[in-house]
């Protein structure tokens, strides 16, 4: 699981690639710290590269939304394969995030 984080056009970009696992969550989300420290800036969460997710990387997702969105941050979603959003579907996830 490889995890990048850049500013994109005033906007913190995490671009997600591999398989985002139990095994994996621990090294992700310290590697998505940063995240939690944006203030009036847009969050966006790249899963293009992103082939699964289980319920402990959902958990990350969420925390960041929880984090940030008090700080007048938006978070987006983008390249969610079918399967991912099916995940997002059945786990209600659909509804928190904004997707793009």
Known sequence: MNTTIKEINGNKVAMLEGRLDTAASPETEKAMQPLNDCENQDIIID?????YISSSGLRIFLSVLKNVKPKGCHV????????LRQVFAMT?????????
């Not at 899963?47 to 082939?51: G, P, R």
């Open 76 to 83: 987006y979603i983008s390249g969610l394969n079918d399967d």
């Open 47 to 51: 899963c293009s590269k992103l082939e």
């Open 92 to 100: 209600g996830f659909i509804n928190l995030f904004e997707f793009i």
